[in-house]
């Protein structure tokens, strides 16, 4: 649908009252927007709405509607479907509240649609400064709002949190939460508890220290913040984290100051994606991020757990005091956070029901978690090959870690499984009560860890990752066999994970690894999207797959489920994008080939809208510049390039269907364009940015060379690499 479009819409039902959103009854009815609350978010009612995005504050994902089950879902077919307007990654999970379905797309943007028919009623713009691109690490996502009352919340790329009409569309309010100087974004999902809205924040990679806000959400006034990690300067935040990081944080990392180390950067440690409320016991439990820079050894100098990193914590919602917390990942030093989803379920241990928090991390293992002390009860592999620990010591709750691992101590190349991608990434997990298993969308991403081999790798820059290691600074070798073999070795995994017996009950094996998150049902179900375009059902209980639709794109967001008119509905979003999808073109990623096309798709019984066909792939014509680069200065762009450049447009300069693929972009074989374009800054209004902060004009033109080189190679092998 045209942006034209789009604009007639909305303002088209921008002069719609809230009453047209009331359920049928007396004009003093409570409209049924003002019914979503805190004792309805408790249970997520009967399933007729999914009014946040994990469904419920338990955030199980489950629902507990049966029209849709096992033994029709073969029937299930499009009921509507809408395109989207930037192809960029769709990671919000649908919200449907009396009838209207809410959604964020790239840029932050919302979406509110007629939740039966597809029809537009309006749509927002937060007009977002694309150059604010260059500080989101893992492409300009958004995974969802969140609903209360009759207003929906949306966090945006430059930090800031807005308050919208449900109705209209309307903004009511907005609230700064991040400086705009800062290295931060923005991409995770508000969660709103007690009238308060709480948001984090990514950036860590980028040097950005984190912290958790809550505002009124009637007014957007701040009413508390927790720190993450200690204040560099020494001094308290006037903040609700001042005593426990001063009594207990502090001394969990260096006392030295050197160069490079965690008082330049702020540590890190993001709260980019999991705040989960637990209405059972009125605490909030947010998820930490990574340090920064990643290399413990230079950002602690080897010292110290670093506290909260990588840890779960548990706060006073009202105050946003500390109550307890579990580090998952002691001293962490490899990108392992404890971001990924949390879900909150009672389990039977020893006779009695224990309230317990499950958690899979990058890091491989699975947690189970005391909820009311904070203890570990148990912690298993999800996935086969862990590298960095064998397990965890039940007494100490602290993994066995194998020195290997340490690369900052040991000054050796460190191949690791999981990688900085993790195990399980932001991709959500249901959980299924009537089976007791969690579904893990599991990734295998292989990768290298290793100290920093050149000075400037050390060195902070204003751009650009600060890892405090040599990262990707090696090319990958130009060997078709080695390609290969990291291709068969890089897939997906969606683990069907049994917290009692600390095994999986049942897997299934994608071919890909980014595969989309997850969702379950009463009705014996569990819905999944692939990287390879397809959007499927599983029996909940066996794994058998029941369905498959092919959707053109790839899935990367958990669906929702609701009713409308007695009716039950399924929602998802296509695309692709993301960090793996951005980075992944060279190896590795088989889903290449699929499109990326940004669309909401809805699913019925009996739905007969049909996708419009693709188009026939054209043939490319293409005959890279002549090679002018000197091997040194095709070594030199290369260091550059994998630091600036190789988290938006890949490693080898191979795209994916997402930005540009620089191998076959007209601006390499002119030095002067893509001096304008990397130094100069033309192509600012597009989210590329200027890196004369960061670069000469000499080293971009070294990183001409460089893509100039991997264009010739991909001239002559790309048949090859695209080949099983």
């Keep these: 649908m045209t942006q034209k479009l789009w604009l007639v819409a909305a303002a088209a039902v921008a002069t719609l009252s809230l009453g047209s959103c009331q359920k049928v009854g007396s004009p003093n009815e409570v409209p049924a927007f003002a019914a979503i609350n805190g004792d309805y978010l408790k249970t997520g009612g009967d399933g007729s709405n999914w009014a946040m995005t994990g469904f419920s504050y338990d955030e199980q994902r489950h629902s507990p509607l049966t029209q849709i089950n096992a033994k029709n879902v073969k029937d299930l077919g499009i009921a509507w479907f809408t395109d989207l307007p930037d192809p960029r990654g769709q990671e919000a999970t649908p919200v449907v509240v009396d009838g209207k379905m809410f959604i964020s797309t790239a840029w932050s943007k919302v979406f509110a649609y007629d939740a039966k028919t597809g029809k537009p009623l309006w749509s927002f713009d937060p007009a977002v400064d694309k150059a604010r691109g260059v500080k989101a690490c893992c492409d300009v996502v958004n995974r969802g709002v969140a609903f209360w009352k009759g207003s929906v919340f949306v966090g945006t790329i430059d930090g800031r949190l807005i308050s919208l009409d449900a109705s209209t569309g309307k903004q009511l ?23 308060k809205v709480v948001i984090g924040f990514g950036g860590a990679e980028f040097g950005a220290r984190g912290y958790v806000t809550a505002y009124d959400a ?84 080897g010292e110290g757990d670093n506290l909260f990193l990588s840890s779960i914590v548990a706060l006073k919602p009202d105050t946003g005091e500390y109550i307890w917390h579990y580090q998952e990942t002691p001293a962490e030093t490899w990108d392992y956070t404890a971001t990924q989803p949390i879900i909150l379920a009672t389990e039977e241990r020893g006779g009695k029901d224990v309230k317990v928090l499950y958690h899979a991390p990058k890091n491989g293992f699975f947690f189970t978690i005391d909820r009311v002390s904070g203890k570990m009860l148990s912690a298993e592999p999800f996935i086969d090959g862990i590298t960095w620990a064998s397990g965890y010591d039940e007494k100490t709750g602290r993994p066995i870690e194998k020195p290997e691992a340490r ?102 094996d994608h071919p890909a690894s980014w595969n989309g998150g997850t969702m379950t049902t009463a009705g014996n179900l569990v819905f999944q999207g692939t990287a390879m375009g397809e959007f499927r059902a599983y029996a909940a209980d066996t794994g058998k797959q029941l369905y498959n639709l092919n959707v053109q794109s790839g899935v990367l967001s958990g669906a929702s489920t609701y009713t409308v008119d007695g009716e039950q509905y399924v929602a998802f979003l296509t695309s692709k994008g993301g960090a793996f999808p951005l980075v992944a073109g060279y190896a590795g990623n088989t889903s290449a080939a699929v499109p990326n096309i940004p669309r909401l798709i809805v699913l019925k019984l009996g739905g007969k809208a049909t996708l419009p066909a693709l188009p026939e792939a054209q043939p490319y014509v293409w005959e890279p510049p002549t090679q002018t680069g000197t ?94």
């Design 173 to 195: 309010w907005s609230a700064q939460t991040l400086d705009l100087e800062s290295n931060g974004t923005i991409t995770g999902v508000p969660r709103v508890v007690n009238d």
């Design 218 to 301: 009637a007014t957007g006034k701040q009413a508390w913040r927790f720190y993450t990690t200690p204040n560099p300067m020494g001094e308290p935040d006037g903040a609700a984290s001042d005593e426990i990081l001063k009594t207990a944080a502090t001394s969990t990392w260096s006392a030295t100051p050197k160069k490079g180390d965690w008082r330049e950067s702020g540590g890190g440690g993001t709260v980019w994606d999991a705040i989960v409320y637990d209405a059972e016991l009125d605490q909030l439990y947010i998820g930490v991020g990574n340090g920064n820079p990643w290399n413990h050894g230079i950002r602690s100098n």
């Design 407 to 508: 690369y900052n101590q040991t000054g050796k190349l460190y191949m690791a499984n999981p990688s900085a991608l993790g195990a399980h990434n932001w991709h959500p997990m249901s959980y299924n009560p009537a089976t007791g298993l969690v579904y893990i969308p599991a990734l295998y991403i292989g990768g290298a860890y290793m100290p920093p081999v050149a000075p400037n790798e050390q060195e902070r820059k204003k751009l650009g990752f600060n890892t405090g290691g040599a990262f990707a600074t090696a090319d990958l070798p130009d060997d078709i066999n080695f390609v290969k073999a990291v291709k068969a070795a890089t897939k997906g995994k969606l683990v069907a994970f049994d917290p009692k017996t600390g095994k999986a009950k049942w897997t299934v």
């Design 631 to 724: 091997p040194a200065n095709i070594a030199a762009g290369l260091s550059n390039f994998q630091r600036y450049c190789l988290v938006c447009h890949g490693p080898g300069a191979v795209g994916n269907g997402v930005l540009p693929d620089l191998r076959k972009s007209a601006s390499i074989a002119d030095a002067d364009t893509w001096k304008s374009v990397v130094i100069d800054g033309v192509l600012k209004g597009n989210g590329m940015v200027s890196f004369a902060s960061v670069l000469s004009p000499q080293e971009a033109e070294q990183m001409r060379a460089y893509v100039i080189s991997r264009a010739h190679y991909a001239k002559a092998n790309d048949k090859t690499l695209a080949s099983k």
